[in-house]
């Protein structure tokens, strides 16, 4: 796999759809690519936001800590998703963990260099702001929707 | 203990105070100042050696006459054949007499000489002529060679005193000055009077007494020509000094002018910060564009004059050969003067201006040196100076510690008005701030770092002035906020406090260490070598340095910095001069290490270096080189310019293939790097190119697509393109070629993943390395320690030595792991001190940039520790160590001080104060106890009721 490959699987996050290749492309160049063992985590409930991950390859668990220390799996992610955005646009603890199921790989964009990206590049930021807007627009429905239950 | 330590120390500076009075006169002299007069100075300092460059000079004087006076004797004797008038077939040759004024009988015959015809006198006039000149040039050299020398010695003696001085400049005197002006002093200022010291005396003396032997014999030949040429000397002499009074007076508005340069460049590059947060550099630019400008006009002056003066000067030397001519001439056509006198008395003018001129010029460098040197001692009257008296208490610091009445002002007003304080030593003593500077001024006079404008500080009933100056910086320990740091080691400035000098009786072993102390006792420099042992271990209670080091990591370690220096140390080269033990079991731990990684699963976190394989974690320079270069012209992309490197990449057929990734790079680069601006932070870290590289690459490409575009538009035939490459129009010139292969040097496929590498490539650069390996040895250069599975790579850092190979940085926390696992490795093989040790050797930086300001912190508390002082004063020294770790190392120093030693902590607030014996509270320029009651601020351990020994306010 080499960076084309890394900026195909970018492209698939609706966060990162509407950016031009050349910066794509810095993204993924910027960002390193790391393998997690089956089982090994990527991050853990309350540790500090300092990346987010793009699964290129294999299987995570989000999970979080129920009440009584049981865990409870929130959702099973596969290639193509991006998680941890939100800590490191909020700079917000770790809300949940996140576990390799299997062997997993998964490009690691650094908090400092995503944000310094989005300072110097608006069109990176307007393509965040729309996601995030988005996300905003389905959960204000959903509590609508919930409400009207 | 500390009693015994006091009587050691008591004797060691006695015998330092008595060393200095006793071996060294000279460096006792340094004290004393230096004289308002330079003359006097010089005279001072050199006089035997002027006196005997002098003597040389005088000797020469004969010699110089006779050499005058032979070109007559050609003339007259041997070519007229004066000598042989009255038919005489031979001529007496090297009669000897001894010329005496007639009174005092004239002539005395030494030798009659030799009978010798005329072309034998001739050819021998002419040889003792050569002779002379010979004689004459051997004279110049080794007077050139003894007053060079001379002037150097002074130079050095000048420069050592100022420096000493320096050191000896009061508070106030040190916050008048600007270091980078008193840096140009010692550096600039005092060179051309050094220059000019060697030819002081000894100048004038020589060539006023040429000019006066030319001048003397051109009298003796004829008295009015004499006349003539004195008459010129004398305009010469008189007139233009006078018009080089105004040169002086320009020259020294030069120098002060160009000083102020210095002093304000250097200001505004220690403030460069501020310049750059207030956007200030375009008035930064405007006013030293504008002190440039007053420079440039005082040199225009100065030249503009100085160059009319050398007009005037030429002219009247000029003049002097046409009266010769004219007047000479005439007398010569009258018979009052013979030819020979005439050509004489020309060649001896000749030889009279360019001594003049010279001696005008040193009059000038006089006066010039004169103002240099008196404008030098201004920065360095006795009264910016402290006291220097090495004699003095050195007792402990035991009994009662009174601070009577103490005032303490400054510029901008009262820092202590009337303090008192009575207590009872070993003291913890707490100053708690009120946001003003008089706890740290209370601070700074118990630690005698400032004198109080009125009152008394006094220990055991003695005035801490009583105490000699260097028992006193033995006994009390002095930290404050901003720590200062020099270039060196952490153990270097650790160990600064414990600095005395070695042992002066060393016998010098060798000639060049001879030669050091005599050069050293003739000009008053220390004698003692650096190269010696300066650590006085007794002070730290160790006995060597081993224990020394052990001493401070326990301290780092205390005080919260040991883990920092631990990686210091696997991040540092191994010495093994210095650490012969680690060295030797590095072999050893690395096996260990790779033990551990295999046993615990982690083997593949690590790719091992491999002499016939390719690391795929390594960068492909280092693949190349599969060692550490040692030399800059093989490290990084210097690597694509080495002539024997490029040989053996195109020898393999590597050069294309590097080529097209450095293309390969360069286009990505532009394409992704392309619209950030210049100098962001992104480039640094991820770019292979910087940011003003990136036209240069841009145009490289742009070249090859020119010169590709050419190429395909002619006709293919193995013949045009061998003539393309003759002519330099292959894809890439030579230097383009160099510029892209420095680019995959820095390439690592996991890491930068742009897909270019593939087995054959990675083949071919492993046995381009075998190859590259040859070719560095038979160039014999060296420069490149290899990897060795047997042996400690020097160059590599401890860290690279244990691991012999490159982590895997794709595999997910693998830096974590792999060193936590050299962590256990090292602990296991107990070498955890020795890895510390290593880390000792770190380097600080220029003022200790290249630690964190807690570090910096750290350092100099431990500095301030190790010495075991009587009292140690904190001012503020734990403040940029962070609050936790602050509270920690103080709850360490309350434990350690109070018994034997006394500690003083200036506190940001009275949260801690509860812990300390006795507290002060500052209240605006006065001192308060706390009030009773308040349980916070009640000391755990009154040491003195109050109102009794802690008395306190005014």
Not at chain 2, 197 to 207: N, S
Request: aromatic share 8%.
């Amino acid at each position: 796999m080499t960076l084309e490959t890394e900026v195909q699987s970018l492209r698939q996050v609706p966060m990162f759809r509407e950016i031009d290749p050349p910066r794509l492309k810095l993204l993924a160049f910027t960002s390193e690519r790391v393998h997690f063992a089956p089982d090994q985590k990527f991050f853990d409930q309350g540790d500090a936001a300092d990346a987010a991950y793009l699964i290129l390859d294999g299987e995570a668990a989000v999970t979080i800590e129920g009440p009584g220390g049981a865990t409870i799996r929130l959702a099973l992610l596969g290639a193509n998703a991006l998680v941890g955005e939100m800590g490191i646009l909020a700079d917000q603890p770790r809300s949940a963990t996140v576990t390799a199921v299997q062997a997993t790989t998964a490009l690691r964009i650094d908090r400092r260099v995503f944000l310094e990206l989005l300072t110097q590049f608006p069109q990176i930021a307007i393509a965040v702001m729309r996601e995030l807007a988005h996300r905003l627009e389905m959960t204000n429905q959903q509590l609508a929707q919930r409400r009207a239950v | 203990m500390a009693g015994a330590r006091a009587a050691a120390g008591d004797a060691t500076a006695r015998q330092g105070a008595a060393d200095l009075a006793a071996s060294d006169p000279e460096a006792a002299d340094a004290a004393g100042g230096l004289d308002r007069s330079l003359f006097r100075y010089i005279w001072r300092h050199s006089k035997r050696d002027q006196i005997l460059i002098c003597g040389v000079v005088l000797a020469s004087l004969p010699l110089y006459f006779a050499s005058l006076d032979l070109p007559r004797r050609i003339v007259n004797e041997a070519i007229q054949g004066h000598a042989f008038e009255h038919g005489n077939p031979t001529a007496k040759f090297l009669v000897l007499r001894l010329q005496t004024p007639d009174w005092f009988g004239g002539e005395w015959p030494l030798f009659d000489g030799f009978d010798v015809d005329r072309f034998e006198l001739l050819f021998g006039l002419s040889s003792m002529f050569l002779a002379l000149v010979l004689i004459n040039g051997a004279f110049k050299y080794w007077i050139n060679v003894a007053k060079g020398a001379l002037g150097e010695r002074m130079l050095r003696r000048l420069r050592f005193q100022l420096f000493a001085l320096i050191l000896r400049f009061s508070p106030e005197s040190v916050r008048q000055s600007k270091a980078s002006e008193l840096a140009t002093i010692i550096r600039d200022e005092v060179e051309p009077v050094g220059g000019f010291i060697g030819d002081a005396y000894i100048l004038p003396a020589f060539l006023g007494s040429q000019a006066a032997t030319a001048m003397a014999f051109i009298l003796i030949q004829n008295v009015w020509l004499g006349l003539m040429a004195a008459g010129v000397v004398g305009v010469q002499i008189v007139v233009i000094p006078r018009l080089r009074r105004e040169l002086l007076r320009l020259g020294r508005k030069r120098q002060l002018a160009s000083r102020r340069l210095a002093g304000r460049v250097g200001e505004v590059v220690d403030g460069i910060e501020a310049v750059h947060a207030n956007g200030a550099e375009p008035w930064e630019r405007a006013e030293i564009g504008q002190r440039l400008y007053g420079l440039f006009d005082l040199r225009l002056r100065i030249y503009r004059r100085k160059f009319m003066v050398k007009f005037l000067n030429n002219l009247l030397a000029q003049m002097t050969p046409f009266l010769f001519y004219c007047i000479g001439g005439y007398f010569a056509l009258k018979g009052q003067l013979s030819i020979g006198q005439l050509v004489a008395v020309i060649a001896a003018y000749r030889d009279l201006p360019p001594p003049l001129k010279e001696l005008i010029d040193w009059d000038q460098q006089r006066l010039d040196v004169q103002v240099k040197y008196e404008q030098v001692v201004q920065q360095f009257l006795p009264e910016r100076l402290l006291a220097v008296d090495a004699s003095g208490r050195d007792e402990p610091l035991a009994g009662t510690l009174a601070v009577e009445d103490v005032w303490v002002r400054e510029a901008h007003g009262p820092l202590i008005e009337g303090a008192n304080l009575s207590l009872p030593l070993p003291v913890r003593l707490g100053i708690v701030s009120d946001g003003s500077p008089s706890a740290s001024a209370l601070a700074r006079v118990l630690a005698h770092r400032i004198v109080p404008a009125r009152g008394r500080v006094t220990v055991g009933g003695h005035d801490l002035g009583e105490w000699a100056p260097p028992a006193l910086a033995r006994r009390i320990a002095y930290a404050s906020v901003e720590p200062v740091l020099f270039p060196g080691s952490l153990r270097d400035n650790i160990v600064y406090g414990l600095l005395r000098p070695p042992d002066p009786e060393a016998v010098p072993s060798s000639p060049e260490e001879r030669r050091r102390l005599a050069e050293a006792r003739r000009t008053g420099n220390p004698l003692q070598s650096l190269g010696g042992d300066w650590i006085d271990y007794r002070q730290a209670g160790v006995a060597d340095a081993i224990a020394l080091d052990g001493l401070i990591l326990d301290w780092l370690r205390r005080i919260g910095m040991g883990e920092e220096v631990y990686r210091f140390g696997l991040l540092g080269l191994v010495d093994p001069a210095r650490h012969p033990d680690l060295a030797g079991r590095l072999i050893e731990a690395r096996a260990a290490l790779r033990a551990r990684l295999e046993a615990d699963g982690m083997a593949h976190l690590v790719e091992p270096f491999d002499k016939t394989r390719y690391n795929r974690q390594a960068t492909v320079g280092e693949n190349l080189l599969f060692g550490v270069p040692t030399t800059p012209s093989l490290i990084g992309r210097a690597l694509a310019e080495h002539p024997v490197v490029r040989r053996v990449l195109d020898r393999r057929g590597l050069t294309p293939a590097l080529v097209t990734m450095g293309e390969r790079i360069a286009e990505t680069m532009l394409e992704i790097f392309q619209g950030l601006p210049m100098g962001h932070p992104l480039f640094e870290q991820f770019s292979f190119l910087s940011a003003d590289e990136l036209p240069e690459y841009e145009a490289i490409l742009a070249r090859r697509s020119a010169t590709v575009a050419s190429a395909e538009a002619h006709h293919h035939s193995w013949l045009t393109r061998t003539r393309r490459r003759w002519l330099g129009l292959e894809r890439y010139s030579r230097a383009d070629a160099a510029r892209l292969i420095a680019l995959p040097l820095a390439y690592i496929e996991p890491r930068h993943r742009l897909g270019l590498l593939n087995d054959d490539l990675r083949e071919a650069i492993v046995a381009a390395r075998a190859a590259l390996h040859e070719a560095l040895d038979a160039a014999g250069e060296g420069g490149v320690d290899f990897y060795e599975p047997d042996s400690v790579c020097l160059a590599a850092p401890l860290r690279d030595n244990l691991l012999f190979g490159r982590i895997n940085h794709s595999s997910a926390d693998a830096a974590r792991l792999v060193t936590a696992a050299i962590t256990a490795t090292i602990a296991a093989m107990d070498l955890t001190d020795a890895v510390a040790r290593v880390g000792l050797d770190h380097q600080v930086g220029p003022s200790g940039r290249f630690l964190s300001g807690g570090q910096r912190a750290s350092v100099s508390l431990v500095r301030a520790l190790v010495r075991q002082p009587d009292l140690l004063v904190l001012d503020g020294a734990l403040s940029p160590m962070g609050e936790t770790r602050a509270r920690a190392v103080l709850d360490l120093l309350l434990d350690r001080f109070g018994r034997t030693a006394s500690l003083v902590v200036v506190l940001p607030n009275e949260r801690v104060a509860h812990l300390f014996d006795s507290v002060l509270e500052a209240k605006g320029t006065s001192f308060a106890q706390p009030a009773a009651g308040d349980a916070n601020a009640t000391p755990a351990r009154q040491v003195a009721p109050a109102g009794d020994e802690a008395h306190l306010d005014r």
